[in-house]
């Protein structure tokens, strides 16, 4: 059982800055997919940046340059800069030890709980 957890989040300034980490359990996400996800109050859950084993990355065009992603061994990033008030959701960490990477949550077995932010002045 992989567990995740997150964290980073809270409450921001339009235009501010927030770093995302999640932290993992084990070594084995390093053949995993890795994958920020996101959900607003009434909104589906929607994807934010995916990372594979070998470190390539879709994003959502609509946080394109201003969101990053990344990892090591054990950690994910998700770098947020220049957020706006339609960024506020709770952040997920999510992990695939197999399969495709794909940005659709369902393929997703292991989640954190979350991390909350607010963008707001």
């Known amino acids: 059982q992989v567990q995740l957890v997150e964290s980073g989040g809270g409450l921001v300034e339009p235009g501010g800055s927030l770093t995302l980490s999640c932290t993992t359990s084990?070594?084995?996400?390093?053949?995993?997919?890795m994958a920020w996800f996101r959900q607003a109050p009434g909104k589906d859950r929607e994807y934010v940046s995916v990372i594979t084993p070998g470190g390539g990355r879709i994003i959502n065009m609509s946080v394109k340059d201003r969101f990053t992603i990344s990892r090591d061994n054990n950690n994910i990033w998700l770098q947020m800069n220049s957020l706006e008030p339609e960024d506020t959701a709770r952040y997920f960490c999510?992990?695939?030890?197999?399969?495709?990477?794909?940005?659709?949550?369902?393929?997703?077995?292991?989640w954190g709980r979350g991390t909350q932010v607010t963008v707001s002045s």
């Open positions: 999510a992990a695939a030890l197999a399969g495709p990477t794909t940005a659709n949550p369902d393929d997703y077995p292991y």
């Open positions: 084990e070594n084995s996400i390093t053949l995993a997919s």
